[in-house]
């Protein structure tokens, strides 16, 4: 036992607390969208600002301050784990700490007027009306960025609390080199004569469809002895390894949107599953980022549950659950359905091939916007142009270009990119599991799906925070994040659909 032991366990005592009372706050979310009475949002309200109290005077308890200042002075007598978790608890204290508590203020009540705002804006499709609040939360970024520490590089600061070490020219080089091959792949394939068929999968009972996700996402190794899976309006995933709370919606139209939705939010829920269950409340128990989680959630959905492979284990289960509604689908045209791509100008509702562009699209005005290239009341000008060149689409009302996303309206910037870096590290981490494993597939065409998990388990779960996002690819896969294996995958996964001559 070295002297900082004492420290340490004092340290992981107050972190232990605030973590908890985080899973009670984001309980009273989950059970807000999956359960809550209309009538008794109020109480809600009050119940969840009353828990941000708790969580705050936790989270900026003084002590924890001369904890870490001790800490950090020892820096060199601390085991590398141990300099893990002082690093990330001083990196959150100051991030709780070093706002004023008028700014946070400030901030807090712009979020909530941004959100009505932009409903509103949204609404009536008048960006005008909005343009105001996007100013103010840019104004809002900026002051944040600076008392963090992040001088005038507002934008980084954005991109690193979601993406931690990410910088904006890290992710300009990385978009660019995949902006440059996925537009013309996309024209490419929207030239193409193959075609998936509309309005193939009707009528699928939803008690059946619930039945088999649930044994689809059981299968590849989500533990319902440790989370739930409910239905809400917008799919989610929540709570931590000891308590999943996953959330998908029913379309009896459209099976497959609770299908692939729900394994999506089954790869978040893995990756919180295979943390450290003793370290949950440190850094070695905790997601990397958003970027991170999104490629856990991504690999799951995609480059597994789109394939060939998996299908030849499922398809069986599933004409035996929907037999009457697959009679006429043939196997591959059910296939097609499941990998169908057709640009859309809503990003919700885009596949993943486009849905990329979608992403660059953001990251690119949002790039403008902190540079002041661009100014807020250009930007439906702006965002129309950039849709027409990525997507070959241009909105026809603002309510279907730039005020479709809610994320602005509470200052979220920053956020979108990780989607992207996600599907990038996905690609990545893909194909270097099946240089290790090169009969991946045939796996899980006998319905195992254990050597994927079990790796991503011993690679990239367990490590927690050892390393940040771009460190993080390089220990997994031996090389830097790049777009070529998402470029990659795309063209082998649709070039062999829709450009087979
Ligand atoms: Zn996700």
Redesign the pocket.
Known sequence: MSDATPLLNELNTKLLRSQLLATVSDLLGWDEQVNLPPDSADQRGAQRAVMAEAQHDAACDPRMGELLGTLDARRDALAPDERTIVRWARRDFDRETKLPAEFVREKAEQGSRGYHAWAKARAESDFASYAPVLEKNLELARREAAYLGFGDRAYDYMIDRHDPGMTAATIDRLFGELREELVPFVREVMQSDVKPRAALLRAFPVDKQLAFLRDVTARIGFDYRRGRLDTSLHPF?SGTGSDIRMTTRFDADNPLDSLFSSI??T??GLYEQGLRRDQHHTALGQAVGMGV??SQ??LWENQVARSRGFWRFFEPKFRESFAEQLASVTSEDLYLAINAVEPTLIRVDADEVTYNLHIILRFEVEKKLFSGELAVRDLPTAWNAASEQLLGLKPSTDREGVLQDVHWSDGAFGYFPS?CI?NMMAAQLWYHALSLRPDLEQDFARGDFSWLLTWLRENVHTQGKRYETMDLVKHVTGEVLSSRYLMRYLKERYGALYLKS
């Open positions: 995933c999506h939010e790869g978040h989680h999104e959630s991504r989607y996600g």
